[in-house]
């Protein structure tokens, strides 16, 4: 009975030992993934540094390039007649994808689809081809209001009057009324209208169009500005007759003052901050994991120092009550 104790103890701190190995040893292998983890962190922290963005420049600052500013803003053509938002200077660039389709939006597509007689979209989100003759009538559902309709479009507002109260500029009073045409100034912003928007659908007449990038672009901001490094958008400059100018690449648009790449400072600043953050977490992992393999060496090595105590009060034992000695 006076060994089964000690060596009760001594299977019970082998078990322990043999626990607190395999602990040492997970820990070193999840020490060897945080040190991955940190590299593979730092090689994503300078490729995002590097890569670049498409941007245009306006109002004395430069934005990343989106849909809006390449295709106008829907269904607010006032953006358009009051210059209330940045707008391209030149309206025969346009959006296209790598098959050469013109890249509509959602209020595009329902213009074209209000406006041409029995058109649908198929289930790969192309739109059929129409006739030119239609983008009067699509303009006239793009810009819903009275007195911007199909005809205007067409052939412009002959005429346009409405009575105005004169008054007597010194005294204010009312001295009478007169009519007032606005012909002309109607036709002014129809025509900066036409101007804008009538290349993109000319295009899309003339080329295809397809409304499948929606929802990429709804959801990613960076969507147009990364196809556009990538290669799975194209810019095209368009002639009169909607036909694509095989020169207008995004390095021609570069070259002419309409488009810059680069990285942003503020993206930069944004990208640092994102890596110091990501660095300090993974840091902190392994200031707990250095704790918890400190601790369990303590532990073993106490563990070590007892069974060795164990063994050796065991063998003293085994001396004394050896008779046959």
């Not at 245009?56 to 006032?78: E, L, P, V, W």
């Not at 918890?292 to 085994?318: P, Q, V």
Request: contains cysteine; glycine residues 6%; aromatic residues 10%.
């Amino acid at each position: 009975m006076g060994l089964a104790a000690p060596q009760l103890m001594q299977l019970t701190l082998t078990n322990r030992k043999g626990t607190i190995e395999r602990n040492i040893a997970v820990d070193a292998a999840r020490k060897m993934l945080l040190t991955r983890e940190m590299s593979q962190l730092s090689s994503e922290y300078q490729q995002r540094l590097s890569n670049k963005n498409i941007a245009f420049f306006a109002n004395g600052q430069y934005s990343k390039i989106n849909y809006n500013y390449i295709m106008g803003y829907g269904q607010d053509y006032f953006a358009i007649i009051n210059n209330t938002r940045p707008l391209k200077s030149n309206a025969q660039m346009i959006l296209t994808d790598w098959k050469g389709q013109v890249v509509m939006s959602d209020t595009y597509a329902n213009a074209i689809l209000s406006a041409v007689p029995g058109a649908a979209l198929n289930n790969n989100g192309v739109g059929p081809a129409f006739d030119e003759d239609y983008i009067p009538a699509i303009l006239a559902a793009l810009c819903p209001n009275n007195m911007l309709d199909e005809e205007a479009f067409r052939n412009g507002i002959a005429e346009h009057t409405w009575s105005a109260t004169v008054h007597n500029t010194l005294s204010g009073e009312v001295t009478g009324s007169t009519n007032v045409n606005t012909a002309d100034y109607l036709n002014e912003k129809i025509q900066e209208i036409i101007n804008f928007y009538y290349p993109i659908f000319q295009a899309a007449a003339n080329n295809g169009w397809t409304t499948e990038y929606n929802q990429f672009m709804t959801n990613n901001d960076d969507y147009v500005s990364d196809s556009l490094t990538s290669g799975t958008f194209q810019l095209a400059s368009v002639n009169e007759y909607g036909q694509y100018d095989p020169e207008a690449t995004l390095t021609y648009f570069i070259t002419a003052g309409e488009m810059t790449t680069r990285t942003d400072s503020d993206t930069r600043q944004e990208i640092t901050a994102w890596y110091e953050a990501e660095k300090q977490r993974i840091s902190e992992k392994e200031s707990f994991i250095d704790i918890d393999m400190e601790n369990l060496k303590t532990e073993l090595d106490a563990i070590n120092a007892e069974m060795e105590s164990i063994k050796t009060f065991i063998d003293d034992a085994i001396k004394v009550f050896n008779w046959g000695g």
